[in-house]
């Protein structure tokens, strides 16, 4: 049994391996085509080109960046979550979409920063695609626990599949989803399991969906080894 174990562990690591390979060897081709489009005359073709360039080139770095985990790699600090949330929210009304920060102006929590702010920013980024305002909050929600919440007033996910909608991979609607490869729900997953929280999809009201983000205030986050330094 534990060797059929081991053995399924094997081919999913070399799977998995084989993925990020292919996903990074494809760049330079892919970068290389990008300079001979820019090179072609003005025109919509040449901008239709690079737009589908762009596609493939966010949808390569999105699969390696799950395959990479790299939320190991990241030393946990303390943070100040709101200004971390409100930086988030401005940097998408920035390029025109309606995100709104509610919550203190300030509070502190333990946690990986860039990681946090990725799984964040993955919710948002579905909020303003499926949705037209989007609010995002920060709450106690019981002792010592916080819960970041985005809602929408999108067409929502019916309950029958939340579940699947945070598996990898998995995209609820092919033509409201163009773009992703269904991945930003499970790296937010990962992300706050992570932090010994977890995330959850419920209906908002009247219309629309609420993500909620929690973690404890303060996570038990193992610190990562430092790299010892070069002698020369
Ligand atoms: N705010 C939302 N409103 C409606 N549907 C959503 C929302 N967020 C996610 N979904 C659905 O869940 C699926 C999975 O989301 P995600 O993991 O971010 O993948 P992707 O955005 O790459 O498709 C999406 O394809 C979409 O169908
Ligand atoms: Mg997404």
């Excluded at 239709?48 to 790299?70: C, F, K």
């Amino acid at each position: 049994m534990n060797e059929m174990q081991a053995r399924i562990r094997a081919l999913l690591d070399d799977r998995t391996r084989m993925l990020a390979a292919i996903s990074h060897d494809l760049r330079t081709p892919l970068t290389r085509l990008r300079l001979r489009s820019e090179r072609i005359g003005q025109g919509d073709m040449r901008s239709a080109m690079l737009r589908d360039i762009d596609q493939v080139s966010r949808m390569l770095d999105e699969t390696l960046d799950y395959l990479r985990d790299d939320t190991k790699a990241e030393q946990p600090a303390r943070i100040e979550l709101s200004s971390l949330l409100e930086t988030i929210c401005c940097d998408f009304a920035d390029v025109g979409h309606a995100v709104t920060y509610r919550g203190p102006q300030r509070l502190v929590c333990e946690g990986r920063p860039r990681a946090l702010s990725r799984a964040v920013t993955n919710v948002v980024e579905n909020a303003v695609k499926h949705g037209s305002e989007v609010i995002v909050s920060l709450d106690s929600i019981a002792d010592g626990i916080i819960a970041i919440e985005v809602a929408d007033d999108g067409p929502g996910i019916p309950q029958a599949l939340q579940a699947r909608a945070l598996e990898p991979f998995v995209k609820l609607d092919q033509a409201r989803s163009a773009g992703g490869f269904g991945l930003g729900l499970s790296i937010a997953q990962e992300i706050m399991k992570k932090h010994d929280g977890g995330i959850a999809l419920m209906p908002n009201t009247p219309r629309g969906l609420r993500v909620r983000l929690s973690l404890p205030l303060r996570a038990a986050l193992p610190a990562v080894a430092a790299i010892p330094a070069k002698v020369a």
